[in-house]
């Protein structure tokens, strides 16, 4: 496992142009039931180059790992066979959904709801990046 949180997110946007898609966990504001210093930033996935996406629009929590193409199951590995980026599983409650992606970034900002989502470099600024991931 590469990233876990046990905060809410949500299918966020995706750019069709750039193939990439962002996941966000919505920051709280201090007047908001839950609201904590721990709630008080946006969690972005944004994945980039995506190939393939089995996404939900939500997930209760978020875990992520990266399936190396030799160690994948024999049901998936038709499906997966004929891209090149990483597979990404992201696990919520027992279900399992896959993305295959150049990389993933995951960072933290605090932006408000209207604020952009992707600059014209295909990439967001962070206060803070968790994890840089990429294919090579």
């Known amino acids: 496992m590469i990233f876990y949180s046990n905060r809410k997110f949500k299918t966020w946007a995706y750019t069709v142009s750039h ?4 996941i966000r966990s919505v920051m709280q504001y201090g007047d908001e039931d839950g609201y904590s210093e721990e709630t008080s930033y946006n969690i972005d996935l944004e994945f980039s180059f995506v190939e393939y996406m089995d ?16 160690n994948i199951k024999s049901e998936l590995k038709e499906k997966f066979d004929a891209y090149e980026g990483r597979i990404f599983e992201i696990e919520s409650n027992k279900e399992k959904t896959y993305i295959v992606a150049y990389s993933l970034l995951i960072g933290t900002n605090k932006w408000g709801l209207e604020d952009r989502i992707f600059n014209c470099d295909m990439n967001l600024e962070h206060d803070e990046v968790l994890l840089s991931f990429s294919y090579k």
Not at 55 to 70: A, F, G, L
């Open 19 to 22: 193939s990439s898609l962002l």
């Open 55 to 70: 996404v939900k629009t939500t997930w209760d929590s978020i875990s992520i790992s990266v399936i190396e193409k030799e």
